[in-house]
């Protein structure tokens, strides 16, 4: 590289200028993202009347789906279109899908069931969108950076994962500000907060808005800094730019493979199916045919979309060994993809419960107040981008630091350590409402707490993640090994939505059942039973009559929610660490 095209291609951190062209479209587009996550489950609780169960496993689902499209959209642009591409398409597709929202949250009150179409399809475009947008872009950070500098990309996803959660925090903040409006008043001495319905349309608004700007961004920006030290553009179309030299040749799959692909996909999906349906609807709907088909009716998206995310996970992961170009060192290393995202489930099954069953405790059991003002609950999960803000940089230059003294952990190492971070968090969480009670509320500096703790393992292993992806996978599956890394994201967040389901009811269900005069405890103990009419009741305001089970087990309380978390992080992060010494064989010489 001449001095000239360092100049040009670097900036003061040594980092190439394209990073802050990838940096910023991703931090808007994540202000679209997570500021729509913010308020959905809220939105589908309470405006789509819903309620907090079916909201919990709709948002894992789309998650699920969100993560699993990035498959597609990184074998479209490796195949066809090229990165770029597939960044503005997918970039107008979202925006496109937060507009739908808007619709149905201003038309929800004069017409409930074309809103809930409209939100089905505002979902739908949005999984797509993501799908084209995700892995492309980040698949281009690891192309910004030639091979005698990939030791600086741990250092560079870091900071990438800082602009994520720059636009995290944002949207985190105004789409709440906009969207989850609460008024308090008092009734007979006793203080009561409303939510105002009609104002998550504005928070959705926010967001499309926001994806319009970070595409825009993008396109203005990429012919000048996206480009490779020589001025060459990254991310075209494939077919543009493949050189034998470098290894850049399309992936050879047959139409044996194709077929192998189909099949896998067929048996998988029916084993998956037949495991959920078995260990988790059974209970609620019984065995036999009979009770199969009624699981089909009363929870498709557990039924049909969960085993569909899983099985295509194991399916495609398996039809990417197919290509017969594969060298020995290549598979061996694709496989440690493959076992580290596998564990990456657990994490992510506890992490995004920030959308689902996190917002709901902050919403109904947390004291959101902080210096006299009351945190809208669906803001309380930004603490999360604020406190990675705070601790990228020091992370990325701890990094640094330890390689500089051939101290630094490898990348599986540190992973471990995310997960171990995760369950800790959870724990502490779990004693402080060991004794909560039905009516009890925590104060919100223990959710705070427990945001920095998940954050400290976001940093050890997400970032860290996108850069193994790029030191590990062949540049012929540069973006389809990315979507296979955000394979292991589907499948954690489709087990978000099964584990957030199982939150047992929070005290505003009690105080509502009581407001009728009905023990809501007893029933659920089984010491009394509701009348006809109290069932009706219970029914209508989605307030659950039984006590969540998941493989075998009751969850009675929120205490024992919580350690179902603890449990399956922290037995994931000892099994990684104690099996990282032959993932580092099997890397040959990646670290």
Same mark, same amino acid.
């Given at each position: 590289?001449?001095?000239?095209?360092?100049?040009?291609?670097?900036?003061?951190?040594?980092?190439?200028? +394209?990073?802050?062209?990838?940096?910023?479209?991703?931090?808007?587009?994540?202000?679209? =993202?997570?500021?729509?996550?913010?308020?959905?489950?809220?939105?589908?609780?309470?405006?789509?009347?819903?309620? $907090?169960?079916?909201?919990?496993?709709?948002?894992?689902?789309?998650?699920?789906?969100?993560?699993?499209?990035?498959?597609?959209?990184?074998?479209?642009?490796?195949?066809?279109? +090229?990165?770029?591409?597939?960044?503005?398409?997918?970039?107008?597709?979202?925006?496109?899908?937060?507009?739908?929202?808007?619709?149905?949250?201003?038309?929800?009150?004069?017409?409930?069931?074309?809103?809930?179409?409209?939100?089905?399809?505002?979902?739908?475009? &949005?999984?797509?969108?993501?799908?084209?947008?995700?892995?492309?872009?980040?698949?281009?950070?690891?192309?910004?950076?030639?091979?005698?500098?990939?030791? #600086?990309?741990?250092?560079?996803?870091?900071?990438?994962?800082?602009?994520?959660?720059?636009?995290?925090?944002?949207?985190?903040?105004?789409?709440?500000?906009?969207?989850?409006?609460?008024?308090?008043?008092?009734?007979?001495?006793?203080?009561?907060?409303?939510?105002?319905?009609?104002?998550?349309?504005?928070?959705?608004?926010?967001?499309?808005?926001?994806?319009?700007?970070?595409? &825009?961004?993008?396109?203005?920006?990429?012919?000048?800094?996206? *480009?490779?030290?020589?001025? $060459?553009?990254?991310?075209?179309?494939?077919?543009?730019?493949?050189?034998?030299?470098?290894?850049?040749?399309?992936?050879?799959?047959?139409?044996?493979? *194709?077929?192998?692909?189909?099949?896998?996909?067929?048996?998988? %999906?029916?084993?998956?199916?037949?495991?959920?349906?078995?260990?988790?609807?059974?209970?609620?709907?019984?065995?036999?045919?009979?009770?199969?088909?009624?699981?089909?009716?009363?929870?498709? &998206? #557990?039924? %049909?979309?969960?085993?569909?995310?899983?099985?295509?996970?194991?399916?495609?992961?398996?039809?990417?060994?197919?290509?017969?170009?594969?060298?020995?060192?290549?598979?061996?290393?694709?496989?440690?993809?493959?076992?580290?995202?596998?564990?990456?489930?657990?994490?992510?099954?506890?992490?995004? @419960?920030?959308?689902?069953?996190?917002?709901?405790?902050?919403?109904?059991?947390?004291?959101?107040?902080?210096?006299? /003002?009351?945190?809208?609950?669906?803001?309380? @999960?930004?603490?999360?981008?604020? =406190?990675?803000? !705070?601790?990228?940089?020091? =992370?990325?230059?701890?990094?640094?630091?330890? @390689?500089?003294?051939?101290?630094?952990?490898?990348?599986?190492?540190?992973?471990?350590? +995310?997960?171990?971070?995760?369950?800790?968090?959870?724990?502490?969480?779990?004693?402080?409402?060991?004794?909560?009670?039905?009516?009890?509320?925590?104060?919100?500096?223990?959710? !705070?707490?427990?945001?920095?703790?998940?954050?400290?393992? $976001?940093?050890?292993?997400?970032?860290?993640?996108?850069?193994?992806?790029?030191?590990?996978?062949?540049?012929?599956?540069?973006?389809?090994?990315?979507?296979? /890394?955000?394979? +292991?994201?589907?499948?954690?967040?489709?087990?978000?939505?099964?584990?957030?389901?199982?939150?047992?009811?929070?005290?505003?269900?009690?105080?509502?059942?009581? $407001?009728?005069?009905?023990?809501?405890?007893?029933?659920?103990?089984?010491?009394? @039973?509701?009348?006809?009419?109290?069932?009706?009741?219970?029914?209508?305001?989605?307030?659950?009559?039984?006590?969540?089970?998941?493989?075998? =087990?009751?969850?009675?309380?929120?205490?024992?929610?919580?350690?179902?978390?603890?449990?399956?992080?922290?037995?994931?992060?000892? *099994?990684?660490?104690?099996?990282?010494? !032959?993932?580092?064989?099997?890397?040959?010489?990646?670290?």
């Amino acid at each position: 590289m001449n001095s000239n095209a360092t100049t040009e291609a670097t900036i003061k951190s040594g980092h190439p200028k +394209g990073l802050g062209v990838l940096f910023t479209t991703e931090m808007w587009e994540r202000f679209n =993202f997570y500021g729509m996550r913010a308020l959905l489950t809220l939105f589908l609780a309470k405006a789509l009347l819903l309620g $907090e169960e079916q909201a919990s496993i709709i948002y894992g689902g789309f998650l699920g789906l969100s993560y699993l499209t990035p498959m597609l959209g990184g074998y479209i642009a490796d195949k066809y279109l +090229g990165n770029r591409n597939c960044i503005l398409l997918g970039g107008l597709t979202m925006a496109t899908g937060q507009f739908l929202l808007f619709g149905s949250a201003s038309i929800f009150g004069s017409n409930l069931d074309l809103a809930k179409t409209i939100m089905w399809l505002a979902l739908l475009v &949005i999984i797509f969108g993501n799908g084209f947008f995700k892995p492309n872009i980040s698949s281009m950070v690891g192309q910004l950076y030639p091979e005698n500098e990939k030791s #600086k990309l741990d250092s560079a996803f870091t900071i990438f994962y800082m602009g994520i959660n720059v636009g995290a925090l944002l949207g985190q903040t105004i789409c709440p500000l906009l969207g989850d409006v609460e008024t308090t008043t008092v009734v007979n001495g006793v203080e009561k907060t409303v939510r105002d319905l009609t104002a998550f349309k504005w928070g959705f608004f926010a967001a499309g808005v926001a994806m319009l700007i970070g595409t &825009i961004t993008f396109y203005i920006l990429k012919n000048k800094y996206v *480009v490779t030290p020589q001025g $060459e553009a990254i991310g075209g179309k494939p077919r543009a730019h493949l050189r034998q030299d470098d290894g850049l040749v399309q992936a050879k799959f047959t139409s044996r493979s *194709v077929a192998i692909l189909v099949g896998l996909l067929i048996v998988f %999906y029916f084993i998956f199916q037949y495991l959920s349906w078995n260990s988790v609807s059974m209970p609620m709907t019984g065995s036999g045919i009979g009770g199969y088909f009624s699981a089909l009716l009363t929870s498709p &998206i #557990k039924t %049909y979309i969960y085993p569909f995310i899983y099985a295509s996970g194991c399916s495609l992961a398996i039809f990417i060994l197919t290509d017969k170009s594969l060298t020995k060192v290549e598979t061996q290393r694709i496989y440690v993809l493959y076992i580290v995202a596998f564990f990456v489930i657990f994490f992510w099954a506890a992490f995004e @419960q920030a959308g689902s069953s996190l917002t709901f405790i902050a919403d109904n059991q947390t004291d959101t107040r902080i210096l006299g /003002w009351r945190m809208p609950p669906s803001m309380v @999960q930004n603490f999360n981008g604020f =406190f990675v803000i !705070i601790f990228a940089l020091p =992370f990325s230059a701890l990094w640094l630091w330890l @390689q500089k003294r051939n101290m630094e952990p490898i990348s599986t190492a540190k992973q471990a350590i +995310g997960l171990a971070l995760i369950a800790l968090g959870y724990l502490i969480i779990a004693l402080q409402v060991k004794d909560l009670g039905t009516q009890g509320k925590i104060g919100v500096v223990w959710l !705070i707490l427990l945001y920095l703790l998940h954050t400290w393992g $976001e940093l050890c292993l997400s970032p860290i993640g996108l850069s193994l992806v790029a030191k590990l996978a062949p540049k012929r599956f540069a973006s389809l090994l990315m979507g296979v /890394w955000f394979l +292991g994201n589907a499948a954690g967040y489709a087990l978000t939505g099964t584990l957030g389901a199982l939150l047992p009811p929070t005290g505003d269900k009690y105080a509502a059942a009581a $407001e009728k005069g009905i023990n809501l405890q007893a029933i659920l103990d089984k010491t009394g @039973q509701a009348t006809a009419e109290q069932m009706a009741f219970l029914s209508d305001k989605k307030i659950p009559t039984t006590y969540p089970t998941f493989a075998g =087990f009751t969850i009675h309380n929120l205490f024992e929610f919580f350690m179902v978390f603890v449990i399956l992080c922290g037995v994931a992060s000892v *099994v990684l660490y104690a099996i990282t010494p !032959i993932l580092k064989r099997m890397m040959n010489g990646v670290r």
